[in-house]
């Protein structure tokens, strides 16, 4: 009797997938389960395709596939309809791919089964609920396996896994290592367990190595079947109890990284629904452990770049304390182009840098760390703060001219460098295009010191960089920042420096070190993270930080009552006038009569412009608060080069100017004009205890 009648006695037919031509050859028995005549036919492809119900044609495709790219046998359950769409009967496909090349043909059979019963419906490819449970454990496997940040929350995103109808017991990811095989990790085996399979060449009889050495996945569902393919290694799995194992290549670009185990401690017939299953989630394994790689060896190279560049303080400084931070944005690498530096100069003097190149990028920290260099060779050379920016500016130039950043435009960079001598306390300050430095006084005042700047370094060649010089008394404190802890949140420079100057206000300069206000100052602007420099915090930053302080040890001059000010008005830059105006206010932020601030103010302004308008050269503006709160005096000073005195005027109604000595005579409680060598001062006091009344 021949083969084809004994199969068609059993019903169960014959039948040939070409799919190089699309020709689907069909025994009479075969024929006949599709609801065609009894006879021997070939058909295309979209023939047979017609027969099938489209939901279960969809399904057979991925099992031919996963069958093909293993080397197994695709099994399925498929539903016949006939040509008014009403299904007739369900078959049963079982085929094997032999493949030619990129072409395949699938040779099997068809047989026809029952209908199946409620209690195996979810374990069948045919019905809606295997698959809808199938691919929403996908969807949620696929979000939490893309989230995975590092090499162990994949690993425990994995263990968590619970698959639809069958999870395993105990998993398993090997790496590999050179001609070794390496364990990644494991779950559901006690410590200690991994250890024959930590170092285990590839060429050894044992799945795992196989599917590295092959790239095809291993299914064992008994264990006779794994003694029996793997007699040397068997005992390795013996003990652990598993009846069914199933080993799938990690790939990744079409290069097996590893292997994945699945063992389960009931049997597992791995049915094509369940192959496909495993093999989906090892494929979302391997890319979520190939991202948490690159993520992994990103942030040891940022963590290593940064303790590269990132310079720690020098020795300590006599007179003076020094703290700084450093904080990189959580976007992409942990570096960017915010830098501090503190750099010993001939004479005992003491060179303090703070900048910020454009970008958060690798470019951006290898741009800051060529300035860094740059900046320290020019200082070192013993040249002051304006040729040091100047020098510096020119380099900048030099090496980013016609390259490209960010918005096709050459890099440049803010920042502020100052020369400190520990003996005086004297600060001589140049700044190209970064915020202005704040001074907390020994009484808890906090104010912006304005400064002369230039543009920023790299924009053009040649720059002048004016300097401006302070003095740091004894008790007072200076800092500096990058743009990052000041607009970090929603702010704006305005709105993040009223933020900052409250910490500072709060400042116990008795009780608490330099140290604990550079973290209070980080922590307030990003919430709790590590106070190291080169530490990042947990949460994402908008902006890289750099914060530097520095604060002169010693009694103070004068009392805490005392606070005293300075500042310089070129005649190239008066809208500096609404700067001094502000200054007088913070100096000024606690008096006790608010239409008296006003009035300081007013006459402030009043003078300063008559400078600039009837003089060549430049203003200083000195003020000082003595006394106790509510009986304070308040004397400023407003000083120019030009002998020429003050005389009053009587403007007339629509006059611009000529009112200065007059708003003094009507506002003041005494003023005055003092000749001196060269130039004159003009002064007014008010005294706090008086009301604003002359």
């Not at 036919?41 to 279960?56: K, N, T």
């Not at 029952?114 to 199938?134: H, Y």
């Not at 900046?375 to 510096?392: I, K, M, T």
């Not at 960089?465 to 929603?490: A, K, N």
């Amino acid at each position: 009797m021949r083969t084809e009648d004994v199969l068609a006695a059993i019903a169960t037919g014959l039948w040939r997938w070409d799919n190089a031509s699309g020709i689907v050859t069909l025994d009479a028995e075969a024929a006949r389960l599709l609801g065609l005549p009894a006879e021997p036919v070939e058909l295309s492809e979209a023939a047979v395709r017609s027969r099938f119900h489209p939901v279960d044609w969809n399904e057979i495709d991925g099992i031919v596939n996963l069958a093909v790219l293993e080397g197994t046998l695709a099994e399925a359950r498929l539903r016949i309809m006939d040509e008014s769409g009403r299904v007739i009967r369900t078959v049963r496909s079982r085929s094997k791919p032999f493949v030619e090349g990129t072409d395949y043909q699938l040779v099997g059979t068809l047989q026809e089964v029952a209908e199946p019963q409620p209690g195996t419906a979810a374990r069948t490819p045919v019905t809606g609920d295997w698959r809808r449970s199938r691919e929403a454990f996908l969807l949620d496997a696929g979000r939490a396996l893309a989230e995975a940040r590092s090499t162990a929350e994949v690993l425990r995103v994995a263990a968590s896994l619970s698959m639809p109808g069958f999870s395993p017991d105990g998993l398993a990811v090997f790496g590999v290592s050179g001609d070794r095989l390496t364990i990644i990790g494991h779950h559901g085996h006690n410590a200690g367990d991994d250890g024959p399979f930590t170092d285990m060449p590839l060429d050894t009889d044992y799945p795992a190595a196989e599917v590295v050495r092959t790239g095809r996945a291993i299914y064992l569902p008994t264990p006779e079947e794994y003694r029996a393919r793997f007699p040397a290694t068997w005992p390795l799995a013996q003990r652990f109890g598993r009846e069914s194992w199933a080993f799938l290549p990690l790939i990744v670009a079409g290069r097996t990284m590893g292997a994945w185990m699945a063992a389960f401690t009931y049997p597992v017939s791995f049915t094509p629904d369940e192959r496909s299953v495993l093999t989906t989630v090892a494929r979302m394994l391997a890319q979520a452990l190939a991202r948490a790689g690159v993520a992994e060896s990103e942030r040891e190279l940022s963590l290593g770049l940064q303790r590269t560049m990132m310079p720690v303080l020098g020795p300590a400084i006599p007179g003076m304390e020094v703290a700084a931070r450093y904080v990189p944005t959580g976007g992409g690498l942990q570096v960017g182009g915010d830098w501090y530096d503190m750099i010993q100069l001939p004479g005992g003097r003491i060179a303090l840098v703070i900048g910020d190149v454009q970008g958060h990028d690798v470019r951006a920290a290898g741009l800051m760390g060529q300035l860094r260099i740059a900046l320290r060779a020019y200082a070192s050379e013993g040249h002051r703060p304006d040729a040091v920016l100047s020098r510096a500016s020119r380099f900048l130039y030099g090496i980013t001219d016609g390259a490209e950043g960010d918005h096709g435009a050459a890099r440049f960079a803010t920042c502020l460098y100052l020369e400190v001598d520990p003996a005086t306390g004297t600060l001589d300050i140049a700044r190209a295009g970064h915020p202005d430095p704040a001074i907390r006084m020994a009484d808890g005042t906090v104010m912006l010191r304005p400064t002369a700047g230039g543009l920023p370094l790299g924009i053009v060649p040649d720059t002048d960089y004016p300097t401006t010089r302070l003095t740091l008394e004894p008790g007072e404190t200076l800092m500096i920042c990058t743009d990052g802890l000041l607009e970090t949140g929603g702010h704006d420079l305005e709105t993040g420096w009223d933020r900052i100057r409250t910490l500072l206000e709060r400042h116990d300069t008795e009780g608490e070190s330099l140290e604990v206000l550079a973290d209070n100052l980080v922590q307030a602007v990003h919430g709790p993270g590590s106070h190291h420099t080169t530490g990042p915090l947990a949460d994402r930053r908008e902006d890289d930080i750099a914060v530097l302080l520095l604060s002169r040890t010693g009694a103070p001059l004068r009392t805490a009552a005392a606070r005293r000010t300075a500042m310089t008005i070129a005649q190239a830059e008066p809208e500096r006038i609404a700067a001094a105006r502000q200054h007088l206010r913070e100096l000024l932020h606690d008096w006790a009569d608010p239409e008296q601030v006003d009035s300081a103010v007013l006459m402030v302004s009043e003078m300063v412009t008559n400078v600039l308008v009837h003089t060549d050269g430049d203003a200083l503006l000195v003020a000082e608060a003595t006394g106790d709160h509510g009986k304070r005096r308040l004397r400023v000073e407003v000083a120019d080069a030009s002998d020429e005195l003050p005389h009053r005027r009587r403007p007339g109604e629509m006059a611009s100017s000529g009112r200065g000595l007059i708003l003094m005579e009507m506002l003041a409680h005494e003023w005055g004009v003092d000749p001196r060598g060269e130039g004159k001062s003009i002064w007014f006091e008010l005294l706090e205890d008086r009301d604003g009344e002359p």
